[in-house]
């Protein structure tokens, strides 16, 4: 039942038409009876204003004259966008929030869940909310809303959904993906005997049988070493072992090298001292 300061407060109804359709065999000249009917049944005795959003091109005429004459406001949303009519149906009810401040009463008629981060900010607001979705709608709208209707239901006039059906639906619910649980599956260690290795970018390592090891397709070093291509090895028994002919020098005769070098650039620079001062001179 309504609580005392919604009774007579404004009651706004947000109808998403496209994901609420009118059930088959309803009277459309009927459907906002119907909810007025219900809504009074919980108490709530303020008039009603109803607005349905969705591509009215898809909606007969017959059935626009019969909602545009019980007094719902039909709002034409072009098809071919992605959730037009949802940021449509958020847009103008911010607005109707800011013209009508708390205690005031917001209906939603759809089950889609993008709906729901705004409905739980109208209702941490003050603002009471009431929803109406199809069988399989979002949980998040339910836990939103403080009074639940199955969109058949309402429009046929019925009463709303206990508490205990509301938890039910909730449970029963298995389309939306943060409601499912996810059981972990045992994971399989490979077996080295059955599986093969799995391909990858790097060849897989297998240990040589040879204790030596050399294998079939290598070549031998001696084989490496007479190759008439194959690059010279140092061979020398001092560490490091660089692999160049400078190095392998005694330590003797290296630093005698050193020292004609180092004598050789320092006379280069000072002739070319002297060819500077007799260039000026």
């Known amino acids: 039942m309504a609580e005392a300061p919604y009774m007579t407060a404004k009651t706004s109804m947000w109808w998403d038409i496209e994901n609420c359709q009118i059930p088959r065999g309803f009277d459309a000249h009927g459907i906002a009876q119907n909810i007025c009917s219900a809504l009074m049944k919980m108490n709530y005795f303020s008039p009603v204003s109803i607005y349905a959003y969705g591509d009215v091109n898809g909606i007969p005429p017959t059935i626009q004259h019969a909602l545009s004459s019980t007094g719902i406001v039909l709002n034409h949303v072009p098809a071919g966008v992605q959730d037009a009519s949802d940021k449509k149906i958020l847009v103008d009810m911010l607005f109707w929030a800011v013209d009508n401040p708390p205690p005031a009463t917001f209906m939603l008629i759809s089950g889609d869940r993008d709906f729901s981060n705004d409905l739980h900010q109208l209702r941490m607001r003050r603002y009471n909310i009431l929803l109406a979705q199809p069988q399989k709608g979002s949980p998040l709208l339910v836990h939103a809303a403080r009074t639940l209707w199955l969109w058949t239901s309402l429009s046929a006039g019925e009463s709303p959904l206990t508490q205990s059906g509301s938890s039910q639906l ?103 001292i002297r060819l500077t001062e007799w260039v000026v001179a």
């Not at 080295?192 to 970018?201: A, K, L, S, Y």
């Not at 020098?249 to 070319?272: A, D, R, V, Y």
Request: aromatic letters at 8%; proline letters at 17%; hydrophobic letters at 30%.
């Open 170 to 272: 909730v449970a029963n619910e298995t389309t939306h993906p943060y409601s499912r649980r996810l059981v972990p599956s045992p994971v399989r260690q490979p077996n080295p005997n059955v599986d093969p290795p799995r391909p990858g970018p790097f060849p897989v390592r297998r240990p040589n049988p040879d204790p030596s090891g050399s294998s079939g397709n290598r070549i031998p070093n001696q084989a490496q070493n007479n190759s008439p291509n194959a690059a010279r090895q140092c061979t020398c028994s001092r560490w490091p072992r660089c692999g160049n002919v400078f190095f392998d020098l005694p330590p003797e005769n290296l630093f005698l090298t050193l020292f004609f070098c180092m004598l050789f650039l320092i006379l280069i620079k000072l002739s070319g």
